[in-house]
C-alpha cells in the first residue's frame, strides 16, 4: 500500500524563483491529505501530478497567509474543473469566517460540498478505518497547530506452513484467523489467531510542524515518526529572529528529531534570504544526520513496515 509525501510548496512567507508557499500532499491509495495551502497550490498539484478529484482532506495549521492564501484558489479550480466528491478543511478557530468571507465575496460558484471543521488539540479525525490524524499547539506568534498522520497497525503476518500443518483449509477461516477471530474446524479443533498470525504491525506515522518554535507539544506528537517535517526556517546566527517571529533553527528542529527518535527529518519553511540552504543542513545534521531540506515537487515514499 503506497503512502507518498510530496512537497508542493517549501518556502518561508515569501515565495522564491524556486520555492511557493508551504504545502504538503500525502498520497495513500486513492485518498489526498493536505497540509497547508500556500497561494498558487493548485499549479503546484498540477505539476505534480495529484489531482483535484480524488478523496481529499485539507489541514491549515494557521490562519497567517502564506498558509492559507492559496485555499479559494484551490477551491475555485476545483469547481471549474467539475469536482462532485465533498472537500473537507480542518483548521483552528476562525477558518470557517475566512472561507464564509471568500464565498460572499469572491464571485464563483461551488460545485461541491464544502465542510469545515474548527478544531482545536486531539484525535481530530478518528472515523477513517485505517487512519487518524491528531492535532497539537506549536508555538507559533498566532494559534498555530501541528499534525500528525498515524496509520492504525496492520494485522500481522499470517503463516501459511502452520495453518496448512493445522489443516486449516485456505478460505474463510484463513480470512477470519487473519483478522483477529478463533475458528472451529470441521475435526473440532479450535484455532486461535495468535497461533498462525504474527503481532500487529505498526503503521507509518508522518508529523507536520507548520510555523513553531521549538516546543515540547510538537516534540510529543512527533515521538517514533517515520517522518518529521519541521520549520527550519534560520540559521543559528538567526536564533533570536527565529525566536521573535515564532519559528525554529534548523538546529533548533534537529534537536526535536532527537529527542523523538524519529526516523528522517525534513526542513521546510525555508527563509528567501537562503539562495543555498546548505548552511542549514550543515547545522542540522550536526545533532540529527538524517535531515534533509525539502524542495519543491520532492517526493518521499514510505514502505510498510514488517515489524
Known sequence: MSLLVVFLGTAGSIPTPKRSLPAIAIQRQNELLIFDCGEGIQ?????????FH?????????????HVLGLPGLLQTMSLLDRERKLE???PPGIGDFLNAIQQTVQFHLAFPLEVF????????????????????????V?????????????GKFDLEKAKALGIPEGPFWS????GSSVKLPSGLVVKSKEVVGPPRPGRKVAYSGDTRPTRSVAELARNADLLIHDGTFDDELADKASEDGHSTAAQAAEIAYKSKVRRLILIHI??????????????????PKTDIAEDFMRIGLPLKDA
Open 143 to 155: 494559534p498555530n497547530l501541528a499534525y500528525a498522520f498515524i496509520e492504525k497497525p496492520r494485522p
Open 43 to 51: 499549479r503546484q498539484m498540477i505539476q505534480a501530478g495529484v489531482g
Open 54 to 66: 480524488r478523496k481529499t482532506k485539507v489541514f491549515i495549521t494557521h490562519l497567517h497567509g502564506d
Open 271 to 288: 527563509s528567501a534570504r537562503y539562495k543555498n540552504a546548505e548552511v542549514l543542513l550543515e547545522q542540522a545534521r550536526k545533532i540529527f
Open 176 to 179: 477470519k484467523l487473519q483478522h
Open 118 to 141: 474548527e478544531i482545536r488539540d486531539g484525535n481530530i479525525v478518528s472515523e477513517e478505518r485505517e487512519y487518524e490524524v491528531h492535532a497539537v499547539w506549536a508555538d507559533h506568534v
Open 89 to 91: 478543511v480542518y483548521g
